[in-house]
């Protein structure tokens, strides 16, 4: 089993930033693929961001592109979600999942370990 837990969820301004991370235990981080995914109100959970186990693969949604960048410290058992230039649309809660793929982790179905979630805000 791999427990996960996010932080650093919040209430931000359009045009500001946020930094979600996402400490796990259980299993050996480096041996798990991990992802970011977000939840709006009324709408299905969707792809965010992922990083493969060494973070030489990275993969992002094309709506978080160029301001959103996913990071990983093997070291601390932890993956990092950076949002910058926010937007009302990203207003989600936010999951990290952990996955044993190796390639191409985009999809839901990949993942077997999910966290709780951390709520994020953007106003306008």
């Known amino acids: 089993q791999v427990q996960l837990v996010e932080s650093g969820g919040g209430l931000v301004q359009a045009g500001g930033s946020l930094r979600l991370s996402c400490a796990t235990s259980?299993?050996?981080?480096?041996?798990?693929?991990m992802g970011w995914f977000r939840q709006a109100p009324g709408k299905e959970r969707e792809f965010v961001a992922a990083?493969?186990?060494?973070?030489?693969?990275?993969y992002y949604a094309d709506s978080v592109k160029g301001r959103f960048t996913i990071s990983r410290d093997n070291a601390k058992n932890t993956v990092y979600l950076q949002m910058n230039t926010l937007k009302p649309e990203d207003t989600a809660v936010y999951y990290c999942?952990?996955?044993?793929?190796?390639?191409?982790?985009?999809?839901?179905?990949?993942?077997?370990?999910w966290g709780q979630g951390t709520q994020v805000t953007v106003s306008s």
């Open positions: 259980g299993r050996t981080f480096s041996n798990y693929a």
């Open positions: 990083v493969s186990r060494s973070e030489s693969n990275t």
């Open positions: 999942a952990a996955t044993a793929v190796l390639f191409r982790t985009i999809l839901q179905g990949q993942y077997n370990y």
